[in-house]
């Protein structure tokens, strides 16, 4: 399935301005807004918070390497260009799970 059409499947997000990820330490590691260029990925990562009970766990990252589709194979081929599934692709290898905070708008 394309990621356009995951996208429609994941609930929707617009009640969020954005989504934080924290570290084990209460870092907060990256913040992903709902802007274009970031909505699909703030989608993603609220619906594998979501089903992983507010955490990204290395099978939630796969999970979401499967739901980014065609946008994973070019993460591969040209790493830094999609930061937030490189972030996924490292997360799925490792064994710690990242807390997940939603911004309400």
Do not use: C
Not at 16 to 42: F, H, I, R, Y
Not at 65 to 73: D, G, V
Not at 85 to 103: C, N, T
Request: no cysteine.
């Amino acid at each position: 399935m394309k990621f356009a059409d995951r996208l429609q499947q994941l609930p929707k997000v617009s009640h969020l301005t954005a989504l934080q990820l924290w570290d084990a330490k209460g870092q907060v590691l990256a913040t992903l807004e709902n802007k274009p260029g970031q909505a699909g990925s703030l989608a993603v990562y609220a619906a594998l918070a979501a089903l992983y009970g507010g955490q990204i766990t290395p099978a939630a990252a796969a999970l979401g390497l499967e739901w980014y589709a065609e946008h994973t194979a070019d993460a591969q081929q040209f790493p830094g260009k999609h930061p937030n599934i490189d972030r996924l692709m490292a997360w799925a290898q490792g064994s710690e799970a990242y807390g997940v905070k939603l911004v309400a708008a």
